[in-house]
């Protein structure tokens, strides 16, 4: 294949994903280490993607529907019950994580005045708390990726899987009788190496991410412990977490 014809269909590539491992790019078209850093040199040249560590992120236009500040806005009653319920979970004292959303931020917005460390990867997490005199909060760092306000990487999932948690609470795009899945694979490893880390995990999402695969696998169900939803969640997706022991708490 030459070069103009293989940048073209790496373009389309990284319009249908916003991250794209770069050992994955080179075994699918079959071209040298050396010739896809080339090829993604001109495309970032180009202002298609930015070449970070492992891959590439595309810069072109998508759905808005993914970015935080379009997400925090959607079911926001829900979230808000979600949070504060999720929030009832956590005792003083514990080492929480919580994950990237804006179902995370409504939990932590209840926990603002309680003696506990949490481990974050998000920066609107970590905003809510900026005021707080109980609250130990740690970062994980990482490469700042500004659509969904969190960090990722290699360094974030170095420090996650350096820690240990009494509680993880995260949101996630979908959860199907397959796992929990997520569109995004940039984040997939860190969430992966959250739930690695926590003694109970937590899934915080309203009804509307139920029956969805989305694009990433990130765990089976068997990894969860608990999912916090809203009332309107239909009962077969209620049965259907109870066949796999979680225990389903409604707000």
Request: aromatic share 6%.
């Amino acid at each position: 294949m030459r070069q103009a014809e293989r940048i073209l269909k790496v373009q389309e590539v990284f319009a249908r994903q916003e991250f794209v491992d770069f050992e994955q790019l080179c075994k699918v078209f079959g071209a040298s280490k050396s010739s896809m850093r080339r090829d993604l040199l001109e495309l970032e040249q180009k202002g298609v993607v930015r070449r970070v560590h492992g891959g590439a992120i595309s810069l072109q236009v998508r759905d808005e529907g993914v970015d935080f500040g379009r997400l925090s806005g959607s079911s926001q009653d829900e979230k808000c019950r979600i949070g504060k319920l999720a929030a009832s979970l956590v005792k003083d004292g514990q080492t929480i994580i919580l994950g990237g959303g804006s179902t995370a931020v409504e939990v932590a917005k209840n926990l603002v005045s309680r003696p506990v460390q949490v481990i974050t990867n998000s920066i609107p997490v970590v905003q809510v708390f900026w005021d707080s005199r109980q609250v130990e909060v740690t970062l994980t760092g990482g490469y700042f990726y500004p659509r969904l306000g969190v960090q990722l990487g290699p360094f974030c999932e170095k420090m996650l899987n350096s820690v240990s948690a009494d509680l993880l609470i995260m949101g996630i795009r979908g959860i199907s009788a397959a796992g929990i899945s997520d569109y995004n694979t940039l984040i997939v490893e860190s969430l992966r190496s959250m739930i690695k880390v926590a003694r109970k995990v937590v899934i915080v999402a309203d009804h509307s991410k139920f029956g969805i695969d989305s694009m990433v696998h990130v765990a089976p169900l068997t990894d969860v412990d608990q999912i916090v939803s809203d009332t309107a969640l239909e009962p077969q997706f209620q049965q259907m977490l109870k066949e796999n022991e979680i225990e389903v708490l409604l707000a």
